[in-house]
Nanobody
Framework: QVLLVESGGGLVQAGGSLRLSCAAS????????VGWFRQAPGKEREFVAGIKWSDSTAYAEFVKGRFTISRDNAKNTVYLQMNSLEPEDTAAYYCAAGWRLGILRAPREYDYWGRGTQVTVSS
């Protein structure tokens, strides 16, 4: 059984930082493309960042320079370091894994999902 578990969300002031973690069991992250997505109330789920088995990365335009995705293969965990957070970053953040050749940005391309962790940025 595949299980993805996100952690690290919380309440932070604008300009602050958080590091989200996504730990996997039942699959080996290094064999998958792993993505971080977010969904704010009333909005569609959107791509934030992704990392490929080759460690190449991709980011949404709105987070470039502020967020960094990385992985620790030994811990089978993917991280999202979020700096310079803005109130607009408030959302539930989800990690997802997909057996793909490239980092795709559509949620439908991912096969496994975690249940999410809430990030709230106050102004």
């Amino acid at each position: 059984q595949v299980l993805l578990v996100e952690s690290g969300g919380g309440l932070v002031q604008a300009g602050g930082s958080l590091r989200l973690s996504c730990a996997a069991s039942g699959l080996t992250f290094s064999n998958y493309v792993v993505g971080w997505f977010r969904q704010a109330p009333g909005k569609e789920r959107e791509f934030v960042a992704g990392i490929k088995w080759s460690d190449s990365t991709a980011y949404a335009e709105f987070v470039k320079g502020r967020f960094t995705i990385s992985r620790d293969n030994a811990k089978n965990t993917v991280y999202l370091q979020m700096n310079s957070l803005e109130p607009e970053d408030t959302a539930a953040y989800y990690c997802a894994a997909g057996w793909r050749l490239g980092i795709l940005r559509a949620p439908r391309e991912y096969d496994y999902w975690g249940r999410g962790t809430q990030v709230t940025v106050s102004s």
